[in-house]
């Protein structure tokens, strides 16, 4: 690469930034993206503050038969609309065994404007079911959300029983028909019984928590493999493993592997937005921009409050040249979950392919703040 004698400080700082970015992404944007939630899968356990500062957690405020958490934010368009439902849910059902629970994302660090904001929002819409406030973001980022505002149904052993992404039309119908089956005792419609009935195995879940696990330590990172291998052999039809496995080996460089994966994943759930986004990302990687167009676009159509749909074909977009059509998509995945730093990493990836080393320097340096502020 030409390194111009113009500015050779700046130029060397942003080299020297994007040295430290291709570290931290080798140790940690692949965790990261290996948080998910799934049906069937045993959710964190959390102890958050509610307005008045006292501590309260699922143990408390948990229902007789199901939980609905609802993660959401002030300034999420679609959180609003979120949070009347569930009031609407709540005053039906809060004396037939359902409790609800917000949890409020609003940012890292919650100071005395923020604090307006969400009580602001609460306040107004009349919210009577009890409020938690995420400081910190740690109970986001437990549950690896993806898209703000965020359901989970939990059971009483905070086993999930239904979760949803955003607040779409389709996704809300299910979610009120499953809940109207578990507690009114209906039989819930054919299309959502096939999406809640699933259950992976029990010790296949064992097994796939022991390689998230087993990832967030450099020490027993080479386990995860093994502890990845055990769960899809214990229930193939268990997409999780498949996808964490899939991208272990995407970091470790075998794409064969990563791919067979992914297409295993996709094989038994052809409309999993996490999976043709990740057999997307690989594509790229592959040089197969096409077919990598494919897949991220399809990812974007079945579930449009996936966030990483929209970077990953963002970068794919800004590499091929399209600077105005991969802005646009990287806003959209702003707009979803403005608290993923991968966004900002992305795009400095895209802006690291077109040369243009101080934006993307910039975008770097924005994703190491987001990441740096979790710690």
């Given at each position: 690469?030409?390194?111009?004698?113009?500015?050779?400080?700046?130029?060397?700082?942003?080299?020297?930034?994007?040295?430290?970015?291709?570290?931290?992404?080798?140790?940690?944007?692949?965790?990261?993206?290996?948080?998910?939630?799934?049906?069937?899968?045993?959710?964190?356990?959390?102890?958050?503050?509610?307005?008045?500062?006292?501590?309260?957690?699922?143990?408390?405020?948990?229902?007789?038969?199901?939980?609905?958490?609802?993660?959401?934010?002030?300034?999420?368009?679609?959180?609003?609309?979120?949070?009347?439902?569930?009031?609407e849910l709540h005053q039906k059902y809060k004396k037939q065994g359902l409790s609800v629970i917000?949890?409020?994302?609003?940012?890292?660090?919650?100071?005395?404007?923020?604090?307006?904001?969400?009580?602001?929002?609460?306040?107004?819409?009349?919210?009577?079911?009890?409020?938690?406030?995420?400081?910190?973001?740690?109970?986001?980022?437990?549950?690896?959300?993806?898209?703000?505002?965020?359901?989970?149904?939990?059971?009483?052993?905070?086993?999930?029983?239904?979760?949803?992404?955003?607040?779409?039309?389709?996704?809300?119908?299910?979610?009120?028909?499953?809940?109207?089956?578990?507690?009114?005792?209906?039989?819930?419609?054919?299309?959502?019984?096939?999406?809640?009935?699933?259950?992976?195995?029990?010790?296949?879940?064992?097994?796939?928590?022991?390689?998230?696990?087993?990832?967030?330590?450099?020490?027993?990172?080479?386990?995860?493999?093994?502890?990845?291998?055990?769960?899809?052999?214990?229930?193939?039809?268990?997409?999780?493993?498949?996808?964490?496995?899939?991208?272990?080996?995407?970091?470790?460089?075998?794409?064969a592997q990563a791919k067979e994966q992914f297409q295993q994943a996709l094989n038994r759930k052809?409309?999993?937005?996490?999976?043709?986004?990740?057999?997307?990302?690989?594509?790229?990687?592959?040089?197969?921009?096409?077919?990598?167009?494919?897949?991220?676009?399809?990812?974007?159509?079945?579930?449009?409050?996936?966030?990483?749909?929209?970077?990953?074909?963002?970068?794919?977009?800004?590499?091929?040249?399209?600077?105005?059509?991969?802005?646009?998509?990287?806003?959209?995945?702003?707009?979803?979950?403005?608290?993923?730093?991968?966004?900002?990493?992305?795009?400095?990836?895209?802006?690291?392919?077109?040369?243009?080393?101080?934006?993307?320097?910039?975008?770097?340096?924005?994703?190491?703040?987001?990441?740096?502020?979790?710690?």
């Amino acid at each position: 690469m030409k390194i111009t004698t113009f500015f050779p400080f700046r130029q060397k700082t942003c080299l020297i930034i994007l040295a430290m970015t291709v570290t931290l992404l080798q140790s940690s944007v692949s965790a990261s993206a290996l948080q998910n939630l799934a049906v069937g899968t045993e959710a964190p356990d959390f102890t958050l503050q509610d307005f008045s500062g006292a501590k309260q957690g699922f143990s408390t405020l948990k229902g007789d038969k199901l939980t609905v958490i609802l993660f959401w934010a002030s300034w999420s368009r679609q959180s609003e609309k979120a949070l009347k439902q569930m009031e609407e849910l709540h005053q039906k059902y809060k004396k037939q065994g359902l409790s609800v629970i917000g949890i409020n994302v609003e940012r890292q660090t919650i100071d005395a404007q923020a604090m307006q904001d969400i009580k602001g929002t609460s306040d107004g819409l009349k919210i009577s079911f009890p409020t938690l406030v995420d400081h910190g973001l740690i109970a986001f980022h437990d549950y690896g959300i993806i898209a703000v505002p965020t359901t989970v149904i939990l059971d009483k052993d905070r086993k999930i029983k239904f979760e949803m992404s955003g607040f779409p039309l389709v996704g809300t119908r299910d979610m009120i028909h499953f809940l109207a089956a578990a507690i009114e005792g209906k039989a819930a419609p054919d299309e959502v019984a096939k999406k809640t009935g699933y259950q992976p195995d029990k010790n296949a879940v064992r097994c796939w928590n022991m390689g998230i696990k087993a990832l967030s330590s450099k020490r027993t990172a080479d386990s995860a493999e093994t502890w990845f291998k055990k769960a899809i052999s214990a229930d193939p039809d268990f997409i999780l493993p498949h996808l964490s496995l899939g991208t272990y080996y995407q970091e470790q460089g075998d794409l064969a592997q990563a791919k067979e994966q992914f297409q295993q994943a996709l094989n038994r759930k052809p409309d999993n937005a996490a999976a043709l986004s990740k057999m997307g990302l690989l594509l790229i990687d592959e040089g197969a921009s096409a077919a990598a167009r494919t897949m991220l676009e399809k990812a974007i159509k079945v579930d449009e409050a996936y966030a990483p749909s929209y970077y990953y074909l963002g970068y794919l977009t800004g590499k091929e040249g399209d600077m105005k059509k991969a802005a646009e998509l990287f806003a959209g995945a702003e707009e979803i979950n403005p608290l993923d730093y991968r966004i900002n990493v992305y795009r400095g990836k895209m802006f690291e392919a077109q040369n243009n080393l101080e934006q993307a320097a910039t975008s770097y340096k924005n994703a190491l703040k987001q990441m740096l502020s979790r710690k």
